[in-house]
Each structure stands twice: as C-alpha cells, then as structure tokens.
C-alpha cells in the first residue's frame, strides 16, 4: 500500500530524514516510536505532502511522487485523496457541530451531496461512539470526544491510509483509553495506519510492525514481540530502557 525510497527531508542546513526505505503492506497497522526530534512527525507528515520532501519518491496504492523535480499542485491533490491524517491537536472547526465538522470535507473538498454527506457523517459518529453528540459544538465535548470526531472526519474522506500523529499526547490521562479503543477497532478492521505514538502499551498491542527512528534514520523495524522484547540495536535497547523507567510501557 506504501512505498518510500530513499526519503529525505530538509529543513535549510537541517537534515531531518535521511534516507529513508520503507513499505508497509494493506492492512497493516504500522507504529512509529522514537525519541522527540528523532524526525517521526516529518516522516509521517511527508506521506501527505503537509511537508514535502526534498528528495525521493512516494507512492500509495496506485499514486507515486517522485521529488526530485517540482510537483504540480494537481498532482499534490490526488496524492492527498489516498490518505488522511488525526492531528495531535483536534483542529476541528469550532463554529461548526460534530456533524458539521465530519461532513465538511466529503462536501467542499469532494463535492459530494450534501443528504448522502451527512448520512455517512452520522453512522461515522456512531461508529466512534458519539452518535448522541452530532449536534454539540467542539467547546461541549471533552478533548478525547474531539479527538474522536477528528477521526471521524477523516474517515469520511474514505482514504485508503489513515496517518495519526501523536493523537493522545494532547488528552488527559483519563481519556486517551476512549481514542484509543477506536483506534484498535479501525486496525481489527484491516485499515492501513501509520501511526506516530509515545503510547507504548498500543504500539505493543495492536501494532503489526514497530519502526524505532532515531537522528532521522530508522534504526530498526519488526513484530512487536521482537522490538520490545528482543531489540537487536543498541539504541533501541536503550530508549526502551528509558521508557520503562517511566512506566509508559
């Protein structure tokens, strides 16, 4: 479903990626850890072109982008249509309702009818389990339900990759369970996630392959069961040592 190679990423004198191969089969849920700055959240924001990369190609499912030359805006967009992405913080559209929010993009990005738009958007909310809140305002509901109304609403894109990016480090402890249930539903489902996380216990859990990135570089990648029980890297082994002291996995 996801190919990269040789990926590199820029920032003026910075190299935040470099170098990096990867695919990840349909279906798979794939987890990302790794120390802050270790360039995870630049890698998944390139799968979108939120950053764009300054070498190597891309390609999800049947769409490739090679950027060693300048891509068209066009191109850009039918990249995009494959995946769709949680953010860390909710970015809902807080004049808007739950309802509103999910169907905002299936209408004025893909231009679909409204009537058809807001039936999809409220079996959505029902699926993450807020099908009694399609007409509350974002300041009504808690930081996990308008995380989960995110989901919903990239979901509603119908993107063949689902991308988080740290989707529980903005909730309180007592909420991040609620995503995260949703979160394990979509991978039983066989959605294609790639996920940026520092919540240890689902990459263990769920996860299909764990990739450990560090300086920009994945340092190592396989089943959960041999990352966090049998690393083979040094550097793996320390930074999970590391979070073991402070009990998050």
Same mark, same amino acid.
């Given at each position: 479903?996801?190919?990269?190679?040789?990926?590199?990423?820029?920032?003026?004198?910075?190299?935040?990626?470099?170098?990096?191969?990867?695919?990840?089969?349909?279906?798979?849920?794939?987890?990302?850890?790794?120390?802050?700055?270790?360039?995870?959240?630049?890698?998944?924001?390139?799968?979108?072109?939120?950053?764009?990369?300054?070498?190597?190609?891309?390609?999800?499912?049947?769409?490739?982008?090679?950027?060693?030359?300048?891509?068209?805006?066009?191109?850009?967009?039918?990249?995009?249509?494959?995946?769709?992405?949680?953010?860390?913080?909710?970015?809902?559209?807080?004049?808007?309702?739950?309802?509103?929010?999910?169907?905002?993009?299936?209408?004025?990005?893909? $231009? #679909?009818?409204?009537?058809?738009?807001?039936?999809? +958007?409220?079996? @959505?909310?029902? *699926? %993450?389990? !807020?099908? =009694?809140?399609?007409?509350?305002?974002?300041?009504?509901?808690?930081? $996990? #339900?308008?995380?989960?109304?995110?989901?919903?609403? +990239?979901?509603? @894109?119908?993107? *063949? %990759?689902? !991308?988080? =990016?740290?989707?529980?480090?903005?909730?309180?402890?007592?909420?991040? $369970?609620?995503?995260?249930?949703?979160?394990?539903?979509? +991978?039983?489902?066989?959605?294609?996630? %790639?996920?940026?996380?520092?919540?240890?216990?689902?990459?263990?859990?769920?996860?299909?392959?764990?990739?450990?990135?560090?300086?920009?570089?994945?340092?190592?990648?396989?089943?959960?069961?041999?990352?966090?029980?049998?690393?083979?890297?040094?550097?793996?082994?320390?930074?999970?040592?590391?979070?073991?002291?402070?009990?998050?996995?």
């Amino acid at each position: 479903m996801i190919t990269i190679k040789n990926l590199h990423k820029k920032f003026g004198d910075l190299e935040v990626l470099k170098g990096i191969d990867l695919e990840v089969k349909k279906g798979q849920a794939f987890v990302v850890i790794g120390p802050s700055g270790s360039g995870k959240t630049t890698f998944l924001r390139c799968l979108n072109i939120l950053e764009t990369p300054s070498a190597g190609v891309i390609s999800i499912d049947e769409q490739s982008v090679d950027f060693a030359k300048p891509v068209p805006k066009k191109k850009v967009n039918a990249f995009r249509k494959q995946s769709a992405m949680v953010f860390q913080h909710y970015n809902l559209f807080p004049h808007m309702t739950a309802l509103e929010n999910v169907m905002e993009g299936p209408v004025t990005v893909q $231009g #679909q009818d409204k009537a058809a738009a807001r039936k999809k +958007a409220e079996q @959505l909310l029902a *699926k %993450v389990g !807020l099908g =009694d809140k399609v007409n509350e305002y974002p300041f009504q509901l808690s930081g $996990g #339900q308008q995380q989960r109304v995110g989901i919903a609403r +990239a979901l509603a @894109l119908e993107p *063949k %990759v689902m !991308l988080f =990016d740290e989707p529980t480090s903005a909730l309180d402890p007592e909420l991040v $369970g609620e995503v995260l249930q949703v979160m394990k539903d979509l +991978a039983s489902e066989g959605m294609t996630m %790639v996920v940026v996380t520092h919540e240890m216990r689902f990459a263990k859990g769920v996860a299909d392959e764990v990739l450990f990135m560090d300086g920009g570089h994945i340092i190592e990648r396989g089943k959960p069961e041999d990352i966090f029980g049998h690393p083979k890297e040094a550097r793996t082994q320390q930074f999970l040592n590391l979070i073991q002291k402070t009990d998050v996995i």
